[in-house]
């Protein structure tokens, strides 16, 4: 089930011109800014609070974004890993077999420059699980 509270999502609405809202129970708030990375627009809403939760909407096609966390991200997202904000309980071997590799799982786990905030946060669990917390999914295909 996903959250309900308050979060900020950021989007590309046009090449290269993010675009920041807060997200509601009762519907979005569009801003007006812009901004030339996902890092700016998350250090605006941050200076606002820097406790809210948010989300990154990246298309596949980004040149931006670094190779292996693009295949990370669509690895996960055809495995069924597709909202942000979610965690998922999965195992390593699970990652293994859907084709995550070493590089994979540590670009996931870095802190993007670009993204301004590392695209997941993942727990290890008593019991050898992995809770996998996306802050960034894809959208589209990779060119």
Known sequence: MLTTHDYHL???RIPEA??????????????????????????D?????????FEIHLRADDPQVDV???????????AGMTHARQV????????????LTDAGFAALTARSPYLGAPPA?????????IN????????????
């Open 10 to 12: 950021i989007e590309e």
């Open 18 to 43: 993010w675009a920041l809202s807060r997200v509601t129970s009762a519907g979005a708030a569009i801003g007006n800014a812009v901004y030339p990375t996902p890092a700016y627009a998350l250090a």
């Open 45 to 53: 809403a941050a200076s606002h609070d820097p406790h809210a939760e």
């Open 68 to 78: 292996q966390l693009r295949d990370a991200l669509l690895i996960l997202r055809d």
């Open 88 to 99: 998922y309980s999965v195992s390593e071997a699970k990652l293994a077999r859907i084709g």
């Open 121 to 129: 946060v993942i727990k290890w669990t008593a019991d050898d699980e």
């Open 132 to 143: 996998l917390e996306l802050a960034v999914v894809v959208q589209g295909d990779a060119p």
